[in-house]
């Protein structure tokens, strides 16, 4: 997994409540057994027209948003489906936080998971961002991961909160599966002593 | 004596191989996973990558059911190359890993959440994961199920383990009891309204109260499914002698003197007394009428007996637009009787709402009618077997007659990864769980909605009040 340390770039502003995962990668993306050509799929039907045109109203298709780092969403993005592909496409196209003020579950694990940074900040604070970050010239932001900040290009900085967990797991882009391996006797001694309380499993 | 603790407490507490830190991060024990066609890929490539094995191949369930045909005559070829790749790789890893498979073919193939329980795999006091946001449906046994991403399917297939953070606990009370032709859709689909479409988010819930009682088991399981539709990673309900009926027959099932033990357990698994919640709402459902979705979100619900909201009546910016880029794509404007919305599909079918007492429902509806000339009405049954008993119980015969289709089982045109796919511009009602723009085929409209208002809205052409048919008990 890529390391998140300070990464610098611009922020698209994406404010739309309740952005769920078949919006961000419909289904006809997910047929695949790998994870390749997920860029194509992101936010299709918003991204491309129907003559497969980019749709220049979209935030991503916009000269100062065209290579995001960042996006800047509304309440409850990524609810809806499991489907991991949602950050996998949002990684492909070059997405390395998300800031926003709530996430749905099973998508916040995905993006740590998957070495993106979901953010969360008060209201307030979005609306602070997403004032700055929507004007063109002013849509480049700092986010420092180390110090749990993000700095404006109107020189605010705004801290955030973060696990402590998942913040180290970020900082080292740590193989979760191999450091859970690393407590395979206790794993097994937890597994041996509850298999013989509950027998009929 | 020990701190009173809420059921999820004691579920957490049982799994913990360990606690990580003091931000209520553990290593949680899982018994089961349920595992599909298509979220499974990458999990199984990268095991292979590492060379890993699954630890524990027994507690997996791998069932294919996301991207296969439902045509009436059962075929195993997939309708397209993605799908057919995605099925043989699936089958290669069961194959090499050791894992149990249900192909298209298995007499016991189904939608994955309708087969686990159907098959007794899913039992009281368990903890399930598995790639599938609906996997929150097995809490209706009493089990604490949650969806989870690939990577996490592949940590648990490595390690039996998830890393986890202990969510907040909620309780929801169902007070009242429901008239007729409303049901346990209708509950969940109201709680959702009310409380929002992150709602739950950040929480686990326990559904409890009079009118969850007074469920069945499959009724229930609609509740706990469409809970994640309110943002719950995990909804559940303290297993009563219902459940245990339910279990008792059931392949998987514990026999014998096995069975009086883990029962014994089983009647343990509920709150304490004076167990606290971090949150506690009250529905009351003795007035609750038929409830259908409007908009692209399932928050976005009314009674069907209202009309279309205006988004001038909400002061929130956001949802203000939120509402009005909802009726846009709905082709909808305010103001208009939700009844007077025509249809040209209607849909029953997913692991919200296609179980054999979710076919009766809609038998009751139809029998002796016609579905009205401008609609397509299916019916994909949940599984294999509750095609084959709803065959043996005549409702099929019923369904043919009134002119829907009857196909085979899988996850359809809930999701619409096969090849039941609407075109843009159609609208459907539909039993299943997310009205979201695209879900059931670009530019096509999803109103949700119970199976028994679905075949209602079949059979006139319209959304429409399921009680205006006299409804036979």
């Known amino acids: ?201 | 004596m020990n701190k009173p603790r809420t059921l999820y407490q004691k579920h957490i507490d049982s799994h913990t191989v360990c606690v990580l830190d003091d931000q209520g991060h553990v290593l949680l024990y899982i018994d089961r996973q349920v595992a599909n066609e298509y979220t499974s890929p990458q999990a199984f490539s990268g095991m292979r990558e590492a060379g890993r094995q699954v630890w524990r191949p027994s507690a997996t369930l791998a069932v294919v059911d996301h991207v296969n045909p439902t045509a009436p005559v059962r075929i195993s070829t997939m309708p397209d190359a993605g799908g057919a790749q995605q099925v043989s790789y699936f089958e290669e890893n069961c194959r090499d890993f050791g894992i149990e498979l249900f192909d298209v073919l298995d007499k016991r193939q189904g939608i994955e959440h309708v087969v686990a329980p159907e098959q007794g795999f899913i039992l009281p006091g368990m903890i399930v994961a598995a790639g599938d946001s609906h996997t929150t449906t097995y809490g209706a046994l009493g089990a604490f199920g949650f969806g989870i991403g690939t990577s996490e399917i592949e940590h648990l297939l490595a390690s039996q383990t998830l890393v986890y953070k202990r969510l907040k606990a909620m309780r929801v009370t169902v007070n009242g009891s429901l008239a007729t032709g409303v049901t346990s859709k209708d509950i969940i689909m109201a709680l959702i309204e009310k409380i929002g479409a992150s709602g739950a988010t950040g929480y686990a819930i326990e559904f409890a109260g009079p009118a969850i009682n007074d469920l069945s088991v499959e009724a229930r399981m609609t509740i706990c499914n469409m809970a994640v539709e309110a943002g719950a990673r995990g909804a559940f309900m303290a297993p009563d002698e219902k459940v245990f009926a339910y279990l008792q027959s059931r392949p998987r099932a514990p026999q014998g003197e096995m069975w009086e033990q883990a029962v014994a357990k089983w009647r343990g698994l509920h709150s304490d007394e004076g167990a606290v919640f971090d949150r506690e709402v009250t529905l009351d459902v003795g007035a609750l009428e038929p409830m259908v979705t409007w908009g692209t979100s399932p928050d976005q619900a009314a009674p069907v007996g209202s009309r279309v909201p205006d988004p001038a009546s909400q002061t929130d910016l956001i949802l203000r637009q939120g509402m009005q880029r909802a009726l846009d794509y709905m082709g909808l404007v305010p103001g208009m009787p939700l009844s007077d919305v025509m249809i040209s599909h209607a849909f029953i079918g997913s692991c919200t709402n296609a179980r054999i007492e979710d076919l009766r429902d809609v038998a009751r509806v139809v029998r002796g009618k016609r579905v009205a000339a401008h609609v397509r009405a299916m019916i994909v049954p949940g599984s294999t077997l509750v095609r084959s008993q709803a065959e043996e119980e005549g409702l099929a015969q019923i369904f043919l007659d009134a002119g829907f289709e009857w196909r085979q089982s899988g996850c359809s045109m809930c999701l619409a990864m096969n090849d039941d796919v609407l075109a843009p511009g159609d609208r459907c009602a539909s039993s299943t769980n997310r009205n979201f723009e695209g879900r059931q085929g670009a530019g096509a409209r999803t109103h949700l909605m119970s199976p028994a208002m679905v075949a209602a809205a079949a059979i006139t052409g319209h959304l429409t009040d399921v009680r205006s048919f006299a409804l036979e008990a």
């Not at chain 1, 609306?127 to 404006?152: D, R, Y």
């Open chain 1, 1 to 201: 997994m890529q390391p998140f340390t300070t990464v610098i770039g611009s922020a698209a502003p994406f404010l739309a409540s309740n952005i769920d995962t078949d919006v961000i990668m419909p289904k006809q993306f997910l047929k695949g057994i790998d994870r390749k050509g997920l860029d194509q799929g992101l936010f299709f039907d918003l991204r491309f027209l129907e003559s497969g045109e980019p749709n220049p109203a979209f935030i991503l298709n916009q000269p100062a948003w065209k290579d995001a780092a960042f996006l800047v969403v509304g309440p409850n993005f990524g609810c809806g489906s499991s489907r991991e592909h949602a950050v996998w496409g949002l990684k492909q196209v070059g997405i390395r936080a998300l800031i926003g003020t709530s996430f749905a579950g099973i998508f916040y694990d995905n993006c740590q998971r998957n070495g993106v940074v979901a953010i969360q900040v008060p209201e307030a604070q979005l609306k602070q961002i997403a004032g700055v970050i929507s004007n063109a010239a002013t849509a480049k932001i700092n986010v420092n991961l180390p110090e749990q900040t993000i700095e404006l290009a109107d020189g605010a900085v705004i801290h955030f909160e973060i696990d402590q967990l998942r913040k180290q797991s970020l900082l080292l882009g740590l193989d979760a599966i191999g450091t859970t391996l690393q407590r395979t006797e206790q794993i097994r001694s937890f597994e041996t002593r509850y298999l013989s309380e509950n027998p009929w499993l």
